[in-house]
Every structure is written in C-alpha cells, then in structure tokens.
C-alpha cells in the first residue's frame, strides 16, 4: 500500500526520479528501473483518473499488482484526492504562463532619517514574493507603509473569500 501513496508522492512532485530509484531496495524491488517504470505507471493512471481520461484498458497497464493491491488503487486516489487536486490544479496553472506564488519572506524596518530629513521617523514593511511560472523563478519585492500594508492584506483577503465562494 505504501507503493500507491508513493506513487502519488510522484505525482505530485513530493519525491522525484533518484529518490523513487533509492527506496527500491526497501519496496523488494531488485531492479531499481522496475520500481521506478511502476511508479510512474501507477502515477500515469492515477493522473488519468483525475483528468477523467481513463481510456479503455488502462487497468490493464496494472497488471502487475498483486490482486490484494488492485482494489487499494481507488482507495487511496480518494483518501489523496485533494492533494492530487491541488498538484495537478497548480502543474496546469503553471502551464498557462501565469505566475504562481511559491513562498514569500517579509520583515520590518525602522527608519529613523534619511538625507532628506534628519528625523524621518517611519516604519517600512518589505515584502518578497518568490514566483513561478513554467520553469522560470521570479522574486517581486514591494516596500510599503503601514497604511500600504493594511490595504495590501485587505485585497489578499477578498481574493481568498472570492475564491472559497467560487469551489
């Protein structure tokens, strides 16, 4: 059973090639390219049937399996269902050219004077966001004030409520 969670691991990006080829020794696999030709095979159909492009004789492909395995398949889809949602859903977004937010930093200055002024006493919040689209990183930075900050939260939160009202 832990071969189909792994597999969906695959799927959707938690461990890649060499690391599928290192834990073929502990699932009893002798060849390591079996292992890893099993877990992309096992990944391909569970990615087909999230893209409901199940075509006829995909089960087929998992032959393979141990009969006790084979009803395990759709169980575990569905206990992964919403990380697999959430994979995918991200690979296609990406796929379209627009930029996804990956991770962000921020942190907060206290700028007591500058040239301009001897005592220009303000708070600055900088902002990172680090970006991906296709394969290409981005780092956008803004440096705002508080009031900034504020209305900056505000738009991110109506996004987020727009969002939860759209599913």
């Known amino acids: ?16 090639d060499q690391q599928a080829l290192r834990l073929s020794h502990k699932y009893g696999f002798q060849n390591p390219d079996d292992f890893l030709l099993a877990t992309r095979t096992i990944s391909k159909y569970y990615r087909n049937c999230f893209t409901d492009s199940v075509e ?9 399996l141990s009969q006790e395995l084979r009803p395990l ?6 206990a992964r269902q919403d990380a697999v ?6 690979s296609e977004y990406l796929r379209s050219n627009m930029k996804c ?6 942190d907060t ?15 600055v919040v900088t902002v990172k966001l680090h970006c ?3 394969a290409k ?12 900050l504020k209305a900056f939260i505000e738009v991110l939160e109506k996004s987020l409520k727009s969002d939860k009202a759209i599913k």
Do not use: C, T
């Open 1 to 16: 059973m832990e071969v189909l969670h792994l597999s969906i691991d695959f799927l959707i990006g938690n461990i890649n």
């Open 56 to 64: 006829a004789g995909a089960a087929d492909k998992l032959s393979f």
């Open 73 to 78: 398949v759709p169980l575990v889809l569905a």
């Open 85 to 90: 949602e959430y994979a995918l859903g991200r």
């Open 101 to 106: 937010v990956v991770s962000f930093d921020w």
């Open 109 to 123: 200055r206290l700028i007591l004077g500058d040239s301009s002024y001897r005592s220009n006493v303000r708070q």
């Open 132 to 134: 991906r689209s296709n």
């Open 137 to 148: 990183d981005e780092n956008l930075l803004f440096e705002m004030n508080l009031d900034q």
